[in-house]
């Protein structure tokens, strides 16, 4: 069945960084666009970071534009965000999704906890 299983999240300081993992099974990972969101505490899901089939062209939500890196590797399914310079507020459930080009596709992860806190 697909699966999308979120790790790497976690707790750290303000100005640390965490890597993101996204994992994906159960459906044709490389024809499938990949995004990162978040959902704060009593905030609305939005979307932080976006990469194509391809990998070539990326898009990030403008609060995390130079500190957070998305990337994708089709050999391992895997999509990724760099997350550097954390910020209290960057605290949220991290959820990926795939997004089918073409269809009406898509499915989403289970979610990963980040916490930036001193």
């Known amino acids: 069945q697909v699966q999308l299983v979120e790790s790497g999240g976690g707790l750290v300081q303000p100005g640390g960084s965490l890597r993101l993992s996204c994992a994906a099974s159960g459906f044709t990972f490389r024809y499938y666009v990949m995004k990162w969101y978040r959902q704060g505490p009593g905030k609305e899901r939005e979307m932080v970071a976006g990469?194509?089939?391809?990998?070539?062209?990326?898009n990030y939500a403008e609060s995390v534009k130079g500190r957070f890196t998305i990337s994708r590797d089709n050999v391992r399914a895997t999509v990724y965000l760099q997350m550097n310079s954390l910020k209290v507020e960057d605290t949220a459930v991290y959820y990926c999704?795939?997004?089918?080009?073409?269809?009406?596709?898509?499915?989403w992860g289970q979610g990963t906890q980040v916490t930036v806190s001193s």
């Open positions: 999704k795939a997004e089918g080009m073409g269809t009406n596709s898509e499915f």
């Open positions: 990469v194509t089939i391809d990998g070539g062209r990326k």
